[in-house]
């Protein structure tokens, strides 16, 4: 045999030689959930290790998190059922928890990153990611409430504003009302290809965001299809995205080597609640050992992901897997 590829796995030093991909700390985006109140730190059952944090807590975990290296954060807000309406006024109302939950972030910690989510759901009385009329998502109507939205996001400071909604040419319609309005510094990461996923279960239960009536596949990609997601990048790299998202990650690393092969933005993948769940699930069973999650993590930079957006990010750098 002239050919033994196994010369190149015979010890650790040859084998970290030859390593082609890795995780550091500075791809990670740390999603974090947050809720009304004071002293909150409330786990979301399906979701071991993951909490909603009032703002004073929240602050402690953001600080918690730069200390380690732990540098981005992207929020979510649970919003009492109350607050909701069909329009999802409530979340661009001024002083609402989730614009003081950015503006006390970015006066705190200057130097953390902070992703805001936008979309109608959590606010939603309907729990859709749309205005809904007559069972039917209305698409135009809805931008005009995405933009209030990121616009809101914006003057509380946030770095980059990730609309998730899916609604068509809301890309091009945010940065408009962003660049007019003088924030033609905040970035824009696009869910670009997120799928109509049952992976996002846990994220449902955490926020109280399931919808009402029907499912979300009039906007969210069929997981049966990967060339839509050339056809919505396209429409993003053209409106003005800076980053690609796809969502879910681990379902779909072959449409995150497809944007990374086709497309010169940086790639994010979101490694979403339920892929969360399945591996804490298992290893709190004995059934798979903690590796699979390091392994999950690099499958995605081996597709080609820059940023990853994982609820394991704080436990990957405490553990010294990730530096
Ligand atoms: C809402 C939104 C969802 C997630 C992020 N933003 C859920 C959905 O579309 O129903 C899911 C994240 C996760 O599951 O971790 N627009």
Redesign the pocket.
């Known amino acids: 045999m002239l050919k033994r590829p196994r010369r190149n796995r015979k010890s650790p030093v040859i084998r970290n030689m030859i390593q082609e991909t890795h995780v550091s700390a500075a791809n990670l985006i740390f999603?974090l959930f947050i809720v009304d109140g004071e002293n909150q730190k409330v786990e979301v059952k399906s979701m071991p290790g993951i909490y909603r944090y009032s703002i004073d807590n929240l602050l402690r975990e953001v600080e918690s998190c730069l200390k380690i290296g732990l540098n981005a954060f992207d929020l979510?807000p649970a919003v009492e059922e109350a607050l909701k309406d069909k329009y999802a006024t409530e979340s661009y109302r001024e002083g609402t928890l989730y614009l003081r939950a950015i503006e006390a972030v970015k006066k705190n910690f200057p130097e953390a990153c902070v992703v805001t989510?936008v979309?109608m759901?959590?606010y939603s009385s309907d729990g859709h990611?749309g205005i809904v009329k007559n069972s039917e998502i209305l698409n135009d109507e809805t931008l005009e409430v995405l933009g209030k939205m990121a616009l809101a996001h914006a003057q509380s400071g946030a770095d980059i504003i990730a609309p998730?909604?899916m609604m068509d040419g809301r890309i091009g319609y945010i940065r408009e009302i962003l660049d007019s309005n003088g924030y033609t510094d905040v970035s824009l990461m696009s869910?670009t290809a997120?799928y109509a996923s049952a992976?996002?279960?846990?994220?449902?239960d955490a926020l109280g965001?399931?919808p009402k009536n029907g499912d979300?596949k009039t906007y969210?990609m069929n997981p049966a299809n990967s060339r839509e997601a050339l056809i919505e990048a396209q429409l993003d790299m053209e409106e003005g995205a800076d980053f690609l998202m796809v969502?879910?990650g681990l379902p779909y690393l072959d449409i995150i080597k497809l944007l990374h092969d086709n497309f010169d933005l940086p790639i994010a993948a979101?490694n979403?609640?339920?892929e969360?769940a399945m591996l804490k699930a298992a290893i709190a069973n004995g059934w798979l050992s903690e590796a699979v999650i390091m392994e999950t993590l690099l499958s995605f930079r081996r597709a080609g992901a820059t940023s990853i957006l994982t609820?394991h990010a704080k436990e990957v750098i405490e553990k010294g897997w990730v530096k």
Do not use: H, I, L
């Open positions: 999603p979510f989510d979309a759901d959590p990611d998730s909604d869910y997120k992976y996002y279960g846990p994220f449902r965001s399931a979300k969210q969502k879910p979101y979403v609640s339920g969360y609820y």
